[in-house]
């Protein structure tokens, strides 16, 4: 048997980025408020946030439209039916 090895990807672009600004922000380089030196680490999420919000709030109206036009397809054709059934008596 062949043993399973597993390897982290590293600290990624951002966790590079976000060190890079903390060094710069404890060395006196850059005068950012905090909030911007971490901005690394929370703003993909608020963009991720963003984009499933996005896809929600212009998904929505989509299937609802889907919605109204099969119900009024299959109304109509229950209706066609009912007359069928009806005219036949």
Do not use: H, Y
Not at 27 to 50: H, K, N, Q, R, Y
Not at 56 to 81: G, M
Request: charged share 15%; proline share 3%; net charge positive.
């Amino acid at each position: 048997m062949s043993a399973r090895q597993t390897q982290s990807g590293g600290i990624g672009l951002t966790g590079a980025v976000f060190l890079v600004f903390i060094v710069l922000k404890l060395i006196g380089e850059i005068d950012w408020s905090w909030w911007w030196v971490t901005a690394p680490l929370w703003m993909p999420l608020c963009a991720a946030f963003a984009i499933i919000g996005a896809v929600f709030i212009f998904a929505w109206p989509v299937a609802l439209i889907a919605s109204v036009i099969e119900t009024r397809r299959r109304n109509k054709r229950l209706t066609e039916q009912w007359k069928q059934t009806r005219g036949g008596l």
